[in-house]
Structures are given as C-alpha cells and as structure tokens.
C-alpha cells in the first residue's frame, strides 16, 4: 500500500475533509494533553493516568470472599478474560456485606450525597434519592442473587453462604489461614 493511500484512510485525514472545525480541535487538544502530561500539569482528570494507581501499603494479610451455594459447591471462576464475571457477583455481594452487615445498613454512599454534596448543592437534593440505593433495594438483594447466581453456574441455587477468610502469607511462600467467618446465609425457602 503506498503511503499517500495510507494517508488518505486515515482519521486524521477524513476529519480534515469533513469538518475543518473539529480536526482543528482535536490536533489542539491532542496537542495540549500531551504536552500538559509531558510537563506533568494536571489539566483534566480524564487524562491524568497517576489517578489510577496509587501505592498500596505492604501487608502479608488478605481478606478473601469465598462464595459456596448448594451446600458444597464452590464458585470458581478461574480464567482472567472472564473478570468482568466475576466482577458481576463479586463486587454487589461485596457492597451488600459491607452495608448491610458490617456498617449494620449504613450506607455511607448516601450518607456522603445527602449531608456533603447534597447540602453544598441544594438543587440537587430532590434527586439525590434515585441515586442511592433504596432500603426495598437491599431487602430484594437476596433473592436476586440467588437468580443471578443460577444463571452464571448454570443450575438452580438454592442456599448461598458467604465465607470471609483472613489469611497471611509465610516467609516461604505459603498461605496460612488466620480465621473463617459466615457473613452471609441466602436461603431460597426462607425468602
């Protein structure tokens, strides 16, 4: 393929043919992003790439979530490409544990909105409850995790228990474990 055609197909070349306005603001912007990164100005959020990673303290002690269903099944998902999966039923367990048990159905998220946020901007206020979790919400969790478990596993969940295991790693290597807690216990006969 010869160089002029390469040209002619590209995104830059097409904006500049069609719309003169916006080809002139991207190269701006593109521009000025990179060169606001390059003398690390912090310009926009969007394109700061230290905000998402910050360091994390060292510690040898985890905290892990293990999810057993039908009394002796273990939910494993072990294959990387299907993260968001575990994503999926991972993280809503998580905040429901985390809300519902451990802070005794204090949700912090809501607390922030109405008493912070909501109060330096009082025209959001009549809003601010749609986007917060409502307590029939978390009263219906249970049993829709039940259901959206049975889909993932691919057969029918009954029971659920929710396993929080503390664990530290050995100078060798190895896992030892410190202790195992029931945080949670999902039946579907009792829903």
């Not at 830059?12 to 992003?33: A, D, E, G, I, Q």
């Not at 790439?49 to 009394?71: D, F, G, H």
């Not at 993260?83 to 367990?93: C, G, Q, V």
């Amino acid at each position: 393929m010869q160089r002029s055609h390469i040209w002619k197909d590209s995104y830059w070349y097409r904006t500049y043919k069609t719309n003169r306005f916006l080809f002139v603001f991207v190269v701006l912007f593109f521009v000025c992003s990179l060169g606001s990164n390059l003398i690390k100005l912090e310009t926009t959020p969007f394109f700061v790439w230290r905000m998402y990673s910050a360091k994390l303290p060292e510690t040898n002690q985890y905290t892990v979530q293990e999810i057993w269903y039908n009394q002796n099944k273990l939910v494993v998902i072990p294959n990387t490409w299907q993260e968001s999966r575990k994503l999926m039923i991972f993280d809503p367990l998580h905040l429901y544990i985390h809300t519902q048990i451990d802070q005794k159905g204090n949700y912090s998220f809501k607390n922030y909105l109405l008493e912070n946020w909501g109060q330096r901007h009082p025209a959001f206020l009549p809003v601010l409850p749609q986007l917060t979790i409502q307590p029939d919400q978390w009263s219906r969790f249970p049993g829709w995790f039940l259901s959206y478990l049975s889909k993932q596993v691919g057969e029918e969940v009954d029971e659920v228990h929710v396993l929080r295991k503390q664990v530290e790693y050995q100078k060798n290597g190895s896992l030892r474990l410190i202790s195992v807690d029931t945080v949670l216990y999902i039946n579907r006969s009792t829903l």
